[in-house]
C-alpha cells in the first residue's frame, strides 16, 4: 500500500496569522491532531496538539501564557515541514514516522499538497489489522504518576518520556490516563486570561515511620486528576491485537491500558503497532 491508499484528503489548513484558539477549536471539532498551515497555495508549516500542549508549563514566559486568541498560529507551528510522494510505501512511511519523532506527512505532488498521512491513517490499513500478535505481544511498561501531581510535572513527564501518563489511585487503582490532547485542550485560563491557581491536600509523613498528616503544598495551576481522561479504555494482554486496534480507532484514543485482574501490566500505543507495521 501506498501513501495515496491510506491519506486524509482534502486537509484541514489554518493561516499563520490565525490565532491558537482557532486551531483548537477546529481540532475539537474534526477530531484531529494536526493541520497544514497554508500561505496562500503555499505549505508554510505544521502546527500539531503537542506544540499547544507544550505552552502551559508555569515556568514558561509570560507571553507564551497570554490567551490563545492573541496567539498566531506562526509562533508556534513547525514551518517548512517534510512532505512525501504520494507513491511512499506504508512501511516506509511509518519507519520514517518512528525514526523522526513525526506522527504526519503531508502528501505532495508536483509541490502541490494533496493529502496528508498520519498515524491514525496507518492504523486503519489492511496491514495492521493482518498482524497476528496479542497486546501483551508488543505492550511496554505503563508511566504511572499520582492525581494530585502537578501540571509542570504533567509536562515534565511527557516530554521526559515522550509517553502518556496512567493516573492511579493510592490503592495502585486506575483513576484516569494523560495525553497531549489533554494538555492540548484543558481550559487552562482563569477570567483574567491567566492560569488560575489552587492548593492541593495531600497526605504526608513528618518522619519515615509517622503518622501521616494532611498538609497544603504550594498553589499549582493544575494537577492530574484535572486534566486526566477517565474512565480508561483497557484491554487484558491476552486480547488480539488487531481488537485492540479498533479500540483505538473507535474511542478516537492511541493507546489502551493492559490491566490483568485489577493490575495495570502495561500499555500499547500506537508507537508500538507502527514498529511492528515498519518490520
Known amino acids: ?10 486537509v484541514y ?4 496569522s490565525e490565532n ?6 477546529l481540532m475539537l471539532k474534526h477530531k484531529i491532531s494536526r493541520l497544514l498551515v497554508m500561505n496562500g497555495d503555499a505549505l508554510a508549516g505544521i502546527i500539531t496538539k503537542k506544540d499547544i500542549a507544550y505552552r502551559l508549563r508555569q515556568s514558561e514566559p509570560i507571553w507564551r501564557r497570554r490567551p490563545i486568541d492573541r496567539i498566531p498560529v506562526s509562533v508556534l507551528m513547525m514551518p517548512d515541514p517534510m512532505t512525501i510522494p504520494p507513491d511512499t510505501g506504508t512501511r516506509e512511511i511509518a519507519a520514517l514516522m518512528l525514526e523522526r519523532d513525526i506522527s504526519g506527512f503531508p502528501v505532495a505532488d508536483n509541490g502541490a499538497v494533496i493529502g496528508i498521512v498520519t498515524k491514525t ?3 486503519r490499513s489492511s496491514q495492521v ?4 500478535l496479542s497486546a501483551g505481544d508488543v505492550m511496554v ?12 510535572h504533567i509536562i515534565d ?7 502518556k501518563l496512567v493516573v492511579i489511585n493510592n490503592d495502585g487503582t486506575i483513576a484516569g490516563i494523560i495525553t497531549e490532547s489533554n494538555l492540548a485542550f484543558f481550559e487552562y485560563l482563569n477570567d483574567r486570561g491567566t492560569l488560575p491557581e489552587k492548593d492541593v491536600v495531600m497526605l504526608r509523613r513528618d518522619e519515615s515511620a509517622g503518622r501521616k498528616q494532611y498538609r497544603y503544598v504550594v498553589a499549582v495551576s493544575a494537577v492530574a486528576e484535572d486534566l486526566m481522561t477517565r474512565p480508561v479504555v483497557t484491554i487484558t494482554s491476552d486480547t488480539p ?39
Request: hydrophobic residues 40%; without cysteine; glycine residues 2%.
Open 241 to 279: 491485537l488487531n481488537t485492540a486496534v479498533r479500540q483505538m480507532l473507535e474511542n478516537h484514543i492511541n493507546s489502551v491500558v493492559v490491566v490483568d485482574g485489577k493490575e495495570v501490566k502495561g500499555i500499547v500505543k500506537r508507537d508500538d503497532i507502527l514498529q511492528e507495521l515498519a518490520k
Open 141 to 152: 511498561e505503563a508511566s504511572l504518576i499520582n492525581r494530585y501531581h502537578s501540571l509542570d
Open 20 to 25: 491558537i484558539a482557532h486551531v483548537r477549536n
Open 129 to 132: 489489522d493482518k498482524l497476528e
Open 121 to 123: 491513517d496507518l492504523l
Open 157 to 163: 513527564q511527557l516530554r521526559e518520556r515522550n509517553d
Open 13 to 16: 489548513i489554518v493561516a499563520p
Open 1 to 10: 500500500m501506498q501513501a495515496q491508499d491510506v491519506m486524509s484528503s482534502p
